[in-house]
Nanobody
């Protein structure tokens, strides 16, 4: 089992940048694929980005491609989401998630693929 804690959220103007971090507990972090999801008020939780166990494969939602970068440091048990050129529509609570699901590559964009979740961090982008 793994416990996750996000940090780095805040208020930023449109066009600005933020870097989110997600620290994981346990000594098996490198065996989990990690994902970032977000949920805006009144909307369903949506996929943002994911990175596989080694960091060799990353995938992004079309809405953030070219603006967000996911990365991980297995030595620090941490996954990051670097966000640039932020837009008001990026405003949401951002959650990190972890999975060791063998069907990860077929279902990485589904929230149900990830059994472990953090509490979330608020990102607000003002216009």
């Amino acid at each position: 089992q793994v416990q996750l804690a996000e940090s780095g959220g805040g208020l930023v103007q449109a066009g600005g940048s933020l870097r989110l971090s997600c620290a994981a507990s346990g000594r098996t972090f490198s065996t989990y694929a990690m994902g970032w999801f977000r949920q805006a008020p009144g909307k369903e939780r949506e996929f943002v980005a994911t990175i596989n166990w080694s960091g060799g494969n990353t995938y992004y939602a079309d809405s953030v491609k070219g603006r967000f970068t996911i990365s991980r440091d297995n030595a620090k048990n941490t996954v990051y989401l670097q966000m640039i050129s932020l837009k008001p529509e990026d405003t949401a609570v951002y959650y990190c998630a972890a999975t060791s699901n063998v069907y990860y590559y077929n279902n990485y964009a589904l929230a149900s693929t990830y059994p472990y979740w953090g509490q979330g961090t608020q990102v607000t982008v003002s216009s």
